[in-house]
């Protein structure tokens, strides 16, 4: 089933996204998570785009075997990082033979240790080229993409970020899923300037609860998501309780949802680790409260 279906403000959806398991026990892992996250009844998962080699490949294995074990609809992210318009062209006939349905289609990120994408020989530059070329093939696939509602790290301004949002669009994507936000009014005044952009697709909020007092460094430093000041002053009191840091990120979570949902969201996404725990606690008291 097409994703855009299932976004809907009247019964949003709740929906997963891991990664490809570099190990045999990642793999297990992983297994278990969705066996523990099925339970939820998600609208979909997602598999991110390995990094390289094997588990590159993964990423279409693994939508294939969940969405014929399991019965939930997966989503494959595809990136141009390196990868030529053939091997693309490979990868989405492989996906339709599979009978996957939904790509979310991404630039990537640049090389480790880089600070710039460059494409790769024969490849793609933008996002949007690899959404024309999608299209222009005819594939049935169901489109989204990544949004940013403070703004991509790479852009020169938000007003220049929302454009190249505007130019993804108009290629052919039926929705888009946020980078992650610890404050809400970032992404309700996102949506507010994307409608007024003549962006009208359904607008996922993406959702990561802290469970580590570690991570909030690293997504500053990496997607340039901000941390309210009383949030940041709170972590740093217990940053040497795990299990203190875990419940206050998941309580800070539950609130951003609670207020996303009141305000017609059209579905939540939650970036997992492929971890299970914090995100059951999350969409178990969403479900108890409706």
């Known amino acids: 089933m097409k994703i855009r279906t299932r976004l809907n403000p009247s019964k949003p959806c709740f929906s997963f996204e891991f ?12 297994w278990s998570t969705l066996e523990d996250l099925r339970e939820l009844e998600p609208g979909f998962v997602s598999v991110t785009d390995g990094a390289g080699g094997s588990t590159r490949t993964k990423t279409v294995e693994l939508v294939t075997q969940i969405k014929e074990r399991t019965g939930i609809e997966a989503m494959a992210h595809l990136t141009c990082a390196g990868r030529s318009k053939d091997e693309l062209a ?26 710039t994408f460059q494409a790769a020989e024969g490849g ?23 949004c940013y509602p403070e ?6 301004s938000r007003d220049a970020d929302l454009q190249n949002l505007k130019t993804k669009v108009d290629a052919g994507l039926d929705f888009v899923i946020t980078q992650l ?5 970032f992404y309700f005044d996102f949506v507010e300037r994307a409608r007024r952009a003549g962006i009208n697709v359904p ?9 580590n007092y570690e991570q909030v460094d690293r997504f500053v430093r990496l997607c340039g998501a901000t941390v309210p000041m009383r949030l940041q002053l709170a972590l740093e009191k217990i940053k040497g309780e795990p299990d203190a840091v ?25 970036y997992t680790l492929n971890r299970s725990p914090a995100t059951r606690l999350i969409v178990s008291a969403l479900r108890g409260r409706s």
């Open 19 to 30: 990664f490809p398991p570099k190990t045999p026990e990642g793999e297990q892992n992983l």
């Open 203 to 211: 607008i996922v909020p993406g959702i990561m609860p802290i469970t």
């Open 246 to 270: 875990t419940q206050l990120g998941v309580a800070h979570a539950t609130v951003q949802c609670m207020e996303l949902l009141s305000r017609g969201v059209p579905g939540i996404h939650f």
């Open 90 to 115: 490979v990868v989405l006939d492989t996906l339709a033979k599979g009978r996957i349905e939904n790509v979310l289609a991404l630039r990537g990120d640049p090389p480790k240790g880089s600070t």
């Open 181 to 185: 936000f610890f404050d809400n009014a």
């Open 124 to 146: 793609f530059r933008y996002a949007s080229d690899l959404i024309e070329f999608i299209v222009a093939r005819g594939a049935p696939f169901c489109l989204g993409s990544a």
């Open 151 to 156: 703004g991509h790290i790479e852009t020169a």
